[in-house]
């Protein structure tokens, strides 16, 4: 029996809301939390880590040595955890956004902005790409997992960002899209899933992705 | 390029219902907002966009509350717009679902909102929203285009392409270009003014006014750069599905997500 309590933390920025709704209707059973209280993070089955805007802001909310902050690592290392956007970018150690920003250094490599890209930007022979990358973009499954149980390689989900992260181990990657580079949209290690689009906004694969993670025991 | 163009059918939304026009006059109504919104997810549209047209106090209220109710069982991109006037506005419409946010007067009468609401919530969404009419062209023989605000009723004589530049300079996320002199005309979107434009900026562009058929929808993307295309009343009445206009952009060799 498979016990269902969800907790999406609350860091001020994004749409909550979208997430809640979202298991709500995959999971009609699941007991769902939109909280920043450490005590809630520390009693839920599932942890969901979601963000939008500037990285800095969203750290800032979480605090250095916080009770807050500490829920947050407990959790990333003992129960599931789905990374959206800025949850994704923050499992890193580091991003060059809002003059450099240290992450939790859960996965290998670093967060960069679209402009900073060495390879394809720098030729001229590739076409400028807008930024930010904003749309239904492909994801390409590098690695089985089960977050992508009856998901097809290569579906669409949407995306709304100007920084990505560059994996430095491939074995981390779970999924990737490109834009103009080739850069790491779903990236995970044990009980750790995250991805760059944003699943509740990415109509039926979206809702699966949310429904496996609700199944997933992080193994 | 994996990725997609986007499918926006845009909502007029007039004391909480849906209702659309011709050159911004002569409502006609178009059904509940939550229905018509459903609708269009079935249909697979890539987002999906609501005007307040009327943009008064009241309706504030009413539009929270379609976007409350819509983001319950739509789960794809939300965009609102109309008289948000400040970030307590933007914040109460994010927490109601909505995903981005279109501006329009006010980044006008205060530019340094954009750059606030920006740096407050993210580029990611901010809309700045341009309503533009030609105007005579200038001695050069160059077509130019004026914006207009409030609804298309007051004149700025401010030109859309330096406009547009500015916008995206101050953190805008994206722009939304409505040719007036299209809107609600079924001749096609104003080609001359997208490409202007989307050759200028570099941040998405979203092509609306003037849809008549589907052949304009190919025409804004491929030959007004446009990265979205936004289009309400051959959607409303029925007289093409969502669906319908994606297989045929697909047909025409554009990037799409059936």
């Known amino acids: 029996m498979q016990s269902n309590s969800v907790v999406v933390v609350d860091l001020g920025t ?35 880590l979601p963000g939008q805007g500037a990285i800095g802001t969203w750290l800032k909310q979480l605090g250095a040595g916080t009770q807050l902050r500490e829920a947050v690592m407990n959790a990333l290392d003992e129960k599931p955890v789905l990374g959206i956007c800025l949850g994704l970018q923050a499992l890193y150690r580091y991003s060059s956004e809002n003059g450099g920003q ?5 996965i290998c490599g670093t967060v960069k902005h679209f402009s900073e890209a060495e390879t394809d930007y720098q030729s001229e022979l590739y076409q400028k790409q807008k930024i930010p990358h904003m749309g239904w973009n492909r994801v390409i499954q590098t690695k089985k997992h089960p977050l992508w149980k009856g998901i097809t390689d290569g579906e669409r989900f949407y995306f709304v960002h100007s920084y990505y992260a560059d994996s430095r181990d491939p074995s981390q990657i779970a999924g990737q899209t490109e834009y103009g580079i080739t850069f790491t949209s779903a990236a995970t290690q044990d009980n750790l899933f995250a991805v760059q689009f944003h699943p509740e906004k990415s109509q039926r694969a979206g809702l699966t992705l949310l429904q496996n993670f609700i199944n997933w025991d992080g193994a | 390029m994996p990725l997609a163009k986007r499918i926006i059918p845009c909502l007029d939304v007039d004391r909480g219902r849906v209702v659309k026009g011709t050159c911004f006059v002569n409502l006609r109504d178009a059904g509940d ?12 549209a890539d987002e999906i966009a609501f005007l307040d047209i009327t943009a008064s106090s009241d309706n504030r209220e009413t539009i929270i509350h379609i976007v409350e109710d819509v983001a319950e069982q739509v789960f794809i991109p939300l965009t609102v717009g109309g008289g948000i006037r400040t970030l307590e506005d933007i914040s ?20 340094n909102f954009i750059r606030e609401a920006s740096q407050h919530f993210g580029n990611q969404c901010i809309v700045v929203a341009i309503d533009a009419k030609q105007v005579k062209s200038g001695s050069d023989g160059q077509k130019q285009w004026e914006i207009y605000t409030h609804g298309g009723r007051t004149s700025t004589g401010i030109d859309a392409i330096d406009w547009a530049k500015k916008m995206e300079q101050f953190g805008a996320g994206e722009l939304l270009i409505t ?24 941040i998405p562009a979203i092509a609306s006014g003037g849809v008549g058929k589907l052949q304009h929808l190919v025409e804004g993307i491929v030959a007004g750069g446009a990265d979205a ?22 047909k025409n060799g554009i990037e799409i997500r059936l």
């Open chain 1, 102 to 106: 240290n992450g939790f250094a859960r």
């Open chain 2, 179 to 202: 040719s007036m002199d299209r809107d609600g005309t079924k001749t096609g979107f104003d080609l001359d003014l997208m490409k202007t434009i989307t050759s200028q900026t570099g």
């Open chain 2, 92 to 111: 109460r419409l994010l927490h109601a679902g909505a995903d981005k946010i279109s501006i329009n007067t006010t980044a006008v009468n205060n530019p």
């Open chain 1, 14 to 48: 994004g749409n909550l809301r979208s997430v809640t709704k979202a298991i709500n209707t995959v999971s009609p059973n699941s007991e769902v939390h939109v909280s920043a209280e450490p005590s809630v993070i520390a009693n839920a089955d599932r942890v969901i």
């Open chain 2, 229 to 250: 295309v936004l289009a309400a009343s051959i959607f409303h009445y029925g007289e093409y599905t969502v669906a319908k206009a994606k297989q045929f952009l697909a």
């Open chain 2, 33 to 44: 907002p939550v229905e018509v919104a459903a609708r269009y997810d079935q249909e697979n």
